[in-house]
């Protein structure tokens, strides 16, 4: 037995075989790399005696140099054991990703420095941006329902029980409601059908007809009359009162209402094109719309000229009114046919003789050669009269006064005369609703009046380059007959900018609404075209400017007239300071409460959002945050340089003693020179965009003073337009048409009135707080302050009837009309009821109560009504008829 072994049989030695992709000598070492290094089944390892359990996959059984994981560069013939990761990008890939990732995020850090300064920047500067506003009060008000009841709802005035302002709660309607007594002359159908009776509007207005008025006619025959409008007694149940206005202070009725026939049914509205009406109305419900033309048939309005028919209404009645005097003269050259000399045209010019002029009328000849002297009328009748009064008695001596006094009576009684101008542009489409609007416009002004009013159309033609009306007078008359519908083309007066550029020229514009507006455009200088019309026209003493969109629900001429009047007996104390304010009876109270109010407010001043700092340390000097109460408007109000005044010895004085000795009797009778439809507002001081668009002036203090009415709609004096039209062509001073009719009157010290007609509103707003909105500009009027309602707040007036950008208003005409506004009303809804709606909402409301009936209140603005109408039947042409004369 062999105790020891040798080395070389005891321990296996290490040899490296030869490998061709290694290396040829055998004398290297094996790579640990190869498979066989590890294998189970070799003779040459160093663990070639150990199982295949006890391989590489058991860490523990390898020695601590020999790697776990085969290197890179393994030979292909050898496989691979699988890694733990599937793939691993490449090193220049990561590189890459490395620094873009870097460079992202050093371009992040840099941007939120960059958003940190600018926000630092913008806040130092008052520029930052804050989050949308949430939405305005009113906005949260629930609307008011019971505007849209019909006519088998009707209960007398008194006994309505209005939703709205008074808070009541709406009590279920009656059978006196829905079933009403049949009245005398209607017959079983109304009463069995819950109609109540209409009523022709000459019943009303007879209490009121002036007797000295001759009857009109649309034909020349003097046969054709256009039928009343017909009116309801009473109002729907639960119809909601003016919130704004009153109709008992300028005796307007507020115990009617009207239909869309009674309305517009004299004017087209219900009967068919081949008739001669409008081709609209027929459809829907019309129960009881043929009492209208009961007594007065339809009026076939095809070939009616309007032009004329206002002539012939004039001459009429034209003893009623003064003289028309001789046309505005315009520049002309010399004609063969004219024999007129230059001393004899202005001779006619200036009413008087010709002095010192070479070319002096000579006296007429006589037969025999002796010049014929002509005698003055006046010196004629004095003669007359002193030779009278040396022959007669003391008795005819006294009747001739007593007959002289009588006629100088009826010369005093003459009246004046009015044009209503409607503005629009020659591509305006006339839909049915425009034409029923104008036809009632002038049925009710001028045939009513006996020719007090003529309505005219205003046109501006957009592209005089196209069309040069200027240079042709057939262009012109082919603009017209192009554009205007063929029964309102007499009517028409074409303006365009380019002529308001060359009759105003010298104006600087500030451009205040951007080069895309210029002064003279139809946006900032729409009231140059209307100073230039009056100018032209010098038989109308006054001018109502209208609008297309504007519609009033009642009788047009008890509406001017009415507002005319009680203008004019307004007092001018303390006038431009109720002017500045919207009147709530529900809060004001009466008139004189108002009145007396509005004077206190103004002397003593309000505490209010406007002057919060008034008594703040350091603020005492600071205009917009510390101000005095105001000085009563008395007498004219001119600018603080002389330079700005314009003939200011025309301009009407106050009397003296100033306003405390006035017992409010200056001014009263006197006509109003400027009659505005919303306040007539301070605009200095507050939010509203146009307030700096007056040029001419001197603006170092500041700018002059001045007022505006949103809303161009207005009645203005010729007087008041000649002072505006001299200004802009003379003194080259001018603003923007809501500011320049009111601050003429301002500074010449004019008569200008804020009419408060009634205005409603679509939600239940708490009416001392819609008063505190509305007149919550200084010292308790409505502008004046950066708090008043024009401005940035003039959101608070869109649900109101009657405002420029008025939501309300032209829906609730639409849905007056018959027509679906917002998936609510029509036809459905007038004649059925729908019996799983309770109310309590607009949409909610169940209908059947047939076709809505409104009071008389105007409405603004009313725009593309969109009505359906009839389709014009074909014409026939039978090809194989037999013609005779063939």
Not at 154 to 161: E, G, V
Not at 319 to 332: G, H, I, N, Q, V
Not at 550 to 568: P, Q
Not at 601 to 614: C, K, R
Request: net charge negative; charged share 25%; glycine share 8%.
């Amino acid at each position: 037995m062999v105790l020891f072994r040798s080395r070389d049989e005891r321990l296996p030695v290490y040899e490296r075989p030869a490998r061709a992709s290694r290396t040829a000598s055998p004398t290297k070492e094996r790579y640990s790399d190869d498979e066989d290094y590890y294998s189970s089944d070799g003779d040459y390892g160093p663990y070639s005696n150990r199982s295949a359990g006890s391989s590489r996959n058991t860490s523990g059984s390898i020695a601590s140099g020999v790697p776990m994981l085969p290197k890179r560069g393994q030979h292909p013939s050898i496989p691979r054991i699988a890694r733990v990761y599937p793939y691993r990008l490449p090193t220049k890939v990561t590189r890459y990703l490395c620094i873009g990732l870097l460079l992202f995020i050093v371009l992040m850090i840099s941007s939120l420095i960059r958003a940190s300064q600018v926000e630092n920047w913008k806040l130092a500067n008052g520029k930052a941006e804050t989050r949308p506003p949430p939405p305005p009060i009113w906005e949260r008000f629930p609307f008011l329902e019971r505007y849209y009841g019909g006519i088998r709802a009707l209960s007398s005035f008194d006994k309505s029980n209005p939703q709205y302002p008074t808070g009541n709660e709406l009590e279920p309607l009656g059978p006196s409601a829905t079933q009403p007594e049949p009245q005398d002359g209607e017959g079983e159908t109304q009463e069995q059908r819950g109609l109540p009776a209409s009523y022709a509007w000459t019943e009303y207005s007879a209490r009121a007809q002036e007797p000295d008025i001759k009857e009109c006619f649309i034909d020349p025959a003097g046969k054709v009359s256009v039928p009343p409008l017909r009116y309801y007694q009473g109002r729907p149940h639960g119809f909601p009162r003016n919130v704004a206005g009153s109709y008992e202070l300028l005796d307007l009725p507020e115990d009617i209402c009207f239909e869309r026939f009674g309305r517009y049914g004299p004017y087209g509205f219900g009967y068919s094109i081949k008739s001669g009406g409008l081709g609209t109305g027929e459809n829907g419900e019309n129960e009881g719309s043929a009492a209208v033309w009961k007594d007065t048939p339809h009026v076939d309005f095809r070939g009616v000229d309007w032009a004329e028919v206002q002539r012939r209404c004039y001459q009429a009645n034209s003893a009623r009114f003064k003289e028309l005097p001789p046309k505005t003269p315009t520049s002309r050259g010399f004609f063969i046919k004219d024999d007129a000399t230059p001393a004899k045209k202005a001779k006619r010019a200036t009413g008087g003789a010709v002095e010192n002029s070479e070319e002096a009328p000579t006296p007429a000849m006589t037969k025999s050669g002796k010049p014929k002297h002509t005698t003055d009328k006046s010196e004629t009748k004095e003669s007359q009269t002193a030779k009278s009064d040396n022959d007669k008695s003391e008795t005819e001596e006294s009747q001739t006064a007593k007959s002289d006094e009588d006629k100088s009576s009826d010369i005093a009684e003459k009246k004046s005369r009015t044009a209503v101008v409607i503005r629009c542009y020659d591509e305006y489409f006339f839909r049915e609703d425009d034409i029923a609007s104008i036809r009632s416009m002038i049925t009710e002004l001028s045939l009513a009046s006996g020719g007090r009013y003529d309505v005219h159309l205003l046109v501006q033609v957009k592209n005089d380059a196209a069309h040069p009306i200027w240079a042709d007078h057939e262009a012109y008359e082919k603009r017209i007959q192009d554009t205007i519908p063929e029964e309102f083309r007499g009517l028409v007066t074409l303006w365009t900018e380019t002529q308001m550029l060359s009759l105003y020229q010298g104006i600087y514009d500030h451009f205040s609404r951007g080069p895309d507006l210029p002064v003279h455009g139809v946006y900032r200088g729409l009231s140059m075209a209307m100073q230039y019309f009056a100018y032209q026209h010098p038989e109308y003493d006054h001018f109502w400017q209208w609008e297309m969109d504007v519609r009033y629900t009642g009788h047009y001429y008890d509406l001017f007239s009415k507002i005319e009047n009680w203008a004019k007996a307004q007092p001018r104390k303390g006038l431009w300071e109720r002017n500045a304010r919207f009147y709530f009876p529900e809060v004001h109270g009466s008139w004189e409460d108002f009145s007396q109010m509005a004077r206190i407010q103004n002397e003593m001043g309000t505490i209010g959002a406007d002057n919060v700092w008034a008594n703040a340390p350091g603020l005492q000097d600071d205009p917009d945050r510390a101000r005095k109460p105001r000085k009563i408007v008395w007498g004219p109000v001119r600018p603080d340089d002389d330079n700005d005044w314009f003939e200011p010895a025309n301009d009407p004085l106050p009397p003296p003693g100033g306003p405390e000795k006035d017992r409010y009797t200056w001014g009263v009778g006197e006509e109003a020179d400027y009659i505005a439809l919303n306040p007539l507002f301070d605009p200095d001081g507050t939010t509203w965009g146009l307030k700096d668009d007056i040029t001419g002036f001197n603006t170092t203090n500041g700018g002059p003073p001045r007022r505006a009415n949103i809303i161009t709609t207005s009645r203005v004096s010729r007087r008041l337009l000649m002072t505006m039209h001299k200004s802009t062509a003379y003194k080259k001073q001018f603003a923007f048409p809501e500011m320049w009719p009111a601050t003429v009157a301002l500074h010449h010290g004019y008569k200008a009135v804020f009419a408060p007609h009634p205005l409603y509103v679509d939600r239940k707003w708490p009416v001392e707080f819609m008063a505190q909105t509305f007149n919550g500009g200084r010292d308790g009027s409505s502008g004046g302050a950066r708090t008043s309602v024009f401005g940035d707040r003039e959101h608070n007036l869109k649900g109101l009837s009657w405002f420029y950008n008025s939501g309300f208003g032209p829906n609730l005409y639409r849905r007056w009309l018959g027509l679906k506004v917002n998936n609510d009303g029509g036809e459905e809804f007038e004649k059925t009821a729908d019996k799983s709606k309770q109310g309590g909402s607009v949409g909610e409301m169940p209908g059947g109560e047939g076709r809505m009936c409104l009071p008389p209140m105007l409405l603004h603005p009313v725009k593309e009504v969109e009505l359906p109408v009839e389709e014009p039947e074909p014409e026939v042409h039978d090809e194989n008829q037999f013609d005779p004369g063939s």
